[in-house]
Structures are given as C-alpha cells and as structure tokens.
C-alpha cells in the first residue's frame, strides 16, 4: 500500500513538473494572462488558490480530479505536507497562440474549469434523468440534444449516463465562452470539424447541435429546454448574453480594430524559408 502512495506521488510531481517545464510549455502572453486571472476572479470564489499552466496538446483542462487529491493526502500522510494552490494545465495546441481562435479556445476550456468547479454537468444530468424517469422528458428530447446516447439508452445504462454527462459539459463551455465572444465560439467547432476531431461522438455532441445552441443563447431563444436548464443552474452566477445592435446582427461583436504585424519577404528571408524546409 504505500509503494501505492508513493507512486502516486511520484506520478503527481512529474505531471506537474511536465506541466511548467517551460520546454513542454510556453508562456502565454500578458492579455491572455490577465484574461484567465480575471475570468478566473468572478466565477471561482477561491480564485487565488489557482496557478494556471498552458502546455502544447490536444484541447483539455486538468485541475483537481479524484487522483489528484489521494495523490495530495498521501503527501500529507506521508511527508507532512500541504499545498497552498492548485495547478490547473490547459492543453492547447501551440500553433494557435497568438491567433484570434485561441482566445476562444481559452474562453472553452475555462467554461470546463467553472462548470467541474461549480459540479453544474452533474446536476443537469441528474436533473435529466429524473425529467426521463418521471415523464416530464421524453426520448424526443434525447433525439434534439443527445441522439448519440439513444444508441446506449436500453442496453448500457452506464455508458447512457456518461454520454449525457459529458456532453452536457461541452453545451456548458460553448455557452460559457460565447458569452464573452459570442457567436464566434462556433469558430472553435468548425475548426475541429476539419480536422475530424470529436464530431459526434460519446463525449462532443455534433458541432451542428452545438452551433444551434449557441445560436439560440446568442438570439434570446426561450424554447431551447436544455438550455434553459443549463441558464437556471447558471442562476447563482451571472451568464451574460452579447448584446448589439442591427449592424452587427445583434452580436455586439462588429468592428474590432485588429492589429498586424507584416514581415516583407525579401531575398535573404526566402533562403531561410527553404534552408528550413530542407
């Protein structure tokens, strides 16, 4: 049991170690930091207990898990000692720093670290399954937000249940992000549609259903049930909605100054281009 722990241990420090070596990372620059801190500021009351890291990887976020904490108490347990923050890594792929999609990537990941904080998936499911049990939700309901579950529903309820949780967390991070960016979260979705990467499957909803509630929060749409489901166990905290006006389709998202930088592409710069493609 305690070569266990201490594995356990061990397996914790070299993730985190992994996490801020500056050669699997990189570091994120002075808007984007403030961005997390502030976001981080009014949706986690214990904000600063938090130190975030950004590694090159696929589209994740990684904080306090369950083998996290035995991993903690066996710290505690066997050596006497207790962490004063949490790391929190955000897996994001590094050729999008610097690029307007990874703001909206950010903006998703963070909307999965405030829905895991808040436990805001797992009421909604709960809530979900009661609605199925008693009647108020039908099949009809699975058919418009998760059709991808139907397939589990009547010969693995395990799988059923865990297909409407984690999707559920995907519904929440776009509304999350789009309230800040609005409809161009959809960016996101159709950025992965081209590389193939989770449509549809037990974890993503389609990006069409994601795009279709996005596009009701964004438009005030009142008869979406499962996102007002997801608005009302939002209710203890503020999830705002882009407002506008005619000229930018009610986005509130035209007109943005963007700055360039250009580099002129002269002789010496094209020998290094083909030096480096060699």
């Not at 620059?29 to 600063?48: A, F, G, T, V, Y």
């Not at 710290?75 to 897996?91: A, K, M, P």
Request: charged share 20%.
């Amino acid at each position: 049991g305690r070569i266990t722990d201490r594995l356990s241990v061990l397996g914790l420090f070299l993730n985190w170690a992994l996490a801020l070596d500056s050669r699997n990372g990189y570091t994120l620059s002075k808007p984007m930091r403030l961005l997390l801190d502030n976001l981080c500021e009014k949706w986690i009351p214990e904000h600063d207990k938090y130190v975030f890291a950004v590694t090159d990887g696929d589209y994740s976020v990684q904080r306090y898990v369950p083998n996290v904490e035995v991993a903690l108490e066996n710290v505690r347990n066997l050596f006497g000692v207790s962490f004063s923050h949490q790391l929190v890594i955000f897996r994001v792929p590094k050729h999008l720093a610097g690029d307007f999609l990874y703001s909206c990537v950010l903006y998703h990941e963070m909307g999965h670290f405030v829905e895991s904080y808040h436990n805001i998936s797992c009421q909604i499911c709960n809530d979900i399954l009661v609605g199925l049990t008693d009647g108020s939700l039908t099949d009809s309901f699975l058919h418009e937000f998760f059709p991808y579950s139907l397939g589990y529903l009547h010969i693995d309820r395990s799988r059923f249940i865990t297909c409407i949780f984690v999707q559920i967390g995907e519904y929440v991070a776009d509304l999350f992000g789009a309230q800040y960016v609005g409809k161009n979260i959809c960016n996101l979705m159709e950025s992965l549609c081209h590389k193939s990467y989770g449509i549809n499957d037990i974890e993503h909803p389609s990006p069409n259903l994601r795009e279709k509630m996005v596009e009701d929060f964004v438009n005030g749409i009142t008869t979406n049930v499962l996102l007002n489901m997801i608005t009302t166990e939002f209710s203890k905290k503020t999830l705002y909605k882009p407002t506008g006006c005619a000229q930018c389709q009610y986005t509130g998202y035209l007109g943005r100054l963007g700055i360039f930088e250009l580099m002129p592409i002269n002789k010496e710069i094209k020998k290094l281009i083909n030096l480096l493609k060699r």
